[in-house]
């Protein structure tokens, strides 16, 4: 077969293509592994940050002995991260660790500048993590000045009485062979100083919820601490979580852990001990930590998106919004509210206060003889949930336009608002004839009262909104009212509920829950 010239040049294109491919990808394969061992090269040399002194990597310090591997250098970064500028004993801890292990790499880490500053003692270093302008990223960056293979993070006032404490944190660690536990803590000073929890994070209901955990006889196993406690965790696993060195450390530290199923394990010993206790010597200065505590525990709960603690004595603590405050959302689009693109439902304290207007506005319509009943999805969420809507973010009712009359609250309000009171706001909404009730000035959850006046048998009105259950209805749904648990109270509504909503929704919309509007966001029933 004879090849033509045209044939055989563009075999020699090709083939000359080939050639060039195959030298460009080997080329870039290079590249790639000299970037990767520059990379690793950078992590294990000394990293010189201004102020900070120089960096000791992962395969130096002085003394091969103890928790240093066989020419590997020391295996554990002490960290102290819980301090407060204006008190603290942070250089007694630091001299505690470095007498006892000299080797050992001790790093006191702070958000900004302590003030007064602190004084360290030689072989002890201060990590600020907030950016300065003027130094390079690795500056404020822990995963940069911690290069051992585990992290050992202690409470501020505790000093270390047996050298061999943190071999044996080692070895239980080690023992569990990267199972569930992932974290392993030792008390300080008496095992009543730290208790051991369960804690169940869910974050589409924006809540924390701790409770007990009982203890073993080789140690409690649980998901969060509470008290003193010395902890021992591999630095790779801190370093996967998003906020490794938050504040306050356990309470960071215990969220991100337990939405990943790790465990932690506080064992019976060894005891580490605490001097300084208690750590503030004025009352002042006690306050002014429980301030410090308070502002900090509700900034990490603003970051990681909770709004409200349970805690192990059954209280309860809110970090969402009230009635001085504006409420946790905007303005709501397309009956789509914002957390819904976030795969999280209604914040709890807005339910909370949806409950409380709508009680209160449920008994000054009984008191003032007004005949209501609930409307639309509040309707809906009655008879499926026998409370609000867990995605809603209002409250509707209906009432008889004829009855305004007899509210004191309701029949002045043709023009402005009325703030009651209780600070309720009671107005003429401008989107259309009806009546609004606000939980206050700032905060605009509310519940809606829809006016509808019977005509030849039928409910309606004379303004509609797009709503689709915003339609007409047989008056019969109404004689009589029948009552219906909502929300912790007793509420009226029409007295067959199912074919109301059918009427309204279509058929099938009790068994079926969906979000508001599909078409903008669908509710996935396999994570109900």
């Not at 005949?371 to 409370?387: F, K, N, P, S």
């Amino acid at each position: 077969m004879r090849i033509s010239l045209c044939q055989g040049l563009l075999t020699g294109a090709i083939v000359l293509n080939l050639l060039i491919l195959y030298y460009v990808s080997r080329a870039q394969q290079q590249m790639m592994e000299k970037r990767k061992e520059l990379g690793r090269g950078t992590r294990r040399a000394a990293l010189p940050v201004p102020g900070l002194g120089v960096f000791i990597g992962a395969g130096g310090g002085p003394g091969l002995a103890g928790v240093e591997g066989h020419n590997r250098g020391p295996r554990v970064t002490v960290v102290l991260r819980e301090f407060e500028n204006f008190e603290n004993y942070v250089r007694d801890v630091a001299n505690s660790f470095l007498h006892q292990r000299p080797e050992l790499p001790f790093l006191a880490v702070a958000d900004t500048t302590p003030y007064p500053p602190l004084v360290l003692p030689d072989g002890a270093r201060l990590l600020v993590l907030s950016p300065a302008p003027d130094q390079p990223p690795q500056a404020h960056r822990p995963e940069f000045h911690i290069q051992t293979e585990f992290v050992l993070l202690v409470p501020d006032g505790v000093e270390l009485e047996q050298p061999r404490s943190i071999e044996r944190l080692i070895k239980e660690l080690e023992g569990e062979g990267g199972g569930p536990v992932r974290v392993v803590a030792a008390p300080v000073w008496a095992r009543s100083s730290v208790q051991c929890l369960h804690l169940r994070v869910n974050l589409k209901e924006w809540t924390a919820t701790y409770s007990p955990a009982a203890s073993g006889s080789s140690g409690s196993v649980c998901t969060a601490l509470q008290g003193d406690a010395v902890i021992l965790i591999r630095t790779e696993d801190l370093f996967n979580l998003s906020v490794p060195l938050g504040r306050p450390l356990f309470s960071s530290l215990f969220v991100q852990t337990s939405l990943r199923g790790w465990k932690v394990k506080l064992l019976e010993s060894p005891c580490f001990a605490a001097v300084h206790r208690p750590l503030f010597s004025s009352a002042h200065n006690q306050w002014k930590a429980d301030m410090c505590l308070k502002d900090t525990t509700g900034k990490l709960m603003k970051s990681f998106g909770l709004k409200r603690l349970l805690l192990p004595d059954g209280k309860e603590q809110w970090y969402g919004c009230s009635k001085e405050t504006p409420r946790c959302f905007g303005t709501v689009q397309d009956d789509t509210p914002d957390y819904l693109y976030l795969d999280r439902w209604t914040p709890p304290c807005c339910l909370r206060a949806l409950r409380e207007t709508t009680k209160y506005v449920i008994n000054i319509l009984e008191t003032s003889g007004v005949r209501y009943w609930l409307e639309g999805g509040t309707l809906l969420g009655a008879v499926r949930h026998q409370d609000v809507i867990p995605w809603d973010y209002d409250v509707d009712l209906g009432i008889y336009l004829e009855d305004i009359p007899n509210c004191d609250h309701l029949k002045n309000l043709d023009s402005g608002s009325l703030v009651d009171a209780n600070g309720y706001v009671w107005e003429r909404a401008v989107e259309g004839d009806f009546y609004r009730v606000q939980y206050s000035e700032a905060n605009h959850l509310h519940v809606d009262l829809w006016p509808f006046y019977p005509r030849n048998g039928v409910m309606t009105k004379d303004t509609w909104t797009e709503h689709k259950q915003d339609v007409e209805f047989p008056e019969h749904f109404l004689q009589p009212l029948v009552p219906l648990s909502f929300a912790g109270m007793t509420a009226y509504g029409p007295n067959n509920p199912r074919a109301f909503l059918e009427l309204k929704f279509g058929e099938g919309v009790v068994e079926n829950p969906q979000y508001p509007n599909p078409v903008k966001k669908r509710l996935d029933r396999s994570k109900l």
